[in-house]
Nanobody, 128 residues
Framework: QVRLVESGGGSAQTGDSLTLSCAISGRTGSRYAVGWFRQVPGQEREFVAG????????LYEDSVKGRFTISRDNTKNTIDLQMNSLKSEDTAVYYC?????????????????????WGQGTQVTVSS
């Protein structure tokens, strides 16, 4: 069984930076692609960023391009989401998700139904 645990959420002011981290445990020998999603109460879950196992493929939702950076350290089984220039509209619960398939080593994906395992989420609140 795979377990994903997010950390690093909290409160920030507009323009600040936060780094979220996703730690993966269990079956760490598998080659997971990982995605970050976010959800505001009453709204659909939204893709934020994704990264292949190799790190060579990344995807970003348009509103975070140039502000957020996804990266990973496979020796530590952690995936970070560096969030800069935060805006109030970034306020949400952020989830990391993982999937291990033949393509996961080389491709990032942005659809939530592609992912098999999910963390519990971490709240990010940005105020002006």
């Amino acid at each position: 069984q795979v377990r994903l645990v997010e950390s690093g959420g909290g409160s920030a002011q507009t323009g600040d930076s936060l780094t979220l981290s996703c730690a993966i445990s269990g079956r760490t020998g598998s080659r997971y692609a990982v995605g970050w999603f976010r959800q505001v109460p009453g709204q659909e879950r939204e893709f934020v960023a994704g990264i292949s196992w190799s790190g060579g493929s990344t995807l970003y939702e348009d509103s975070v391009k140039g502000r957020f950076t996804i990266s990973r350290d496979n020796t530590k089984n952690t995936i970070d989401l560096q969030m800069n220039s935060l805006k109030s509209e970034d306020t949400a619960v952020y989830y990391c998700a993982a999937v291990a398939r033949q393509w996961s080593e080389d491709y990032a994906v942005n659809m939530d139904f592609d992912y098999d395992d999910w963390g519990q989420g971490t709240q990010v609140t940005v105020s002006s």
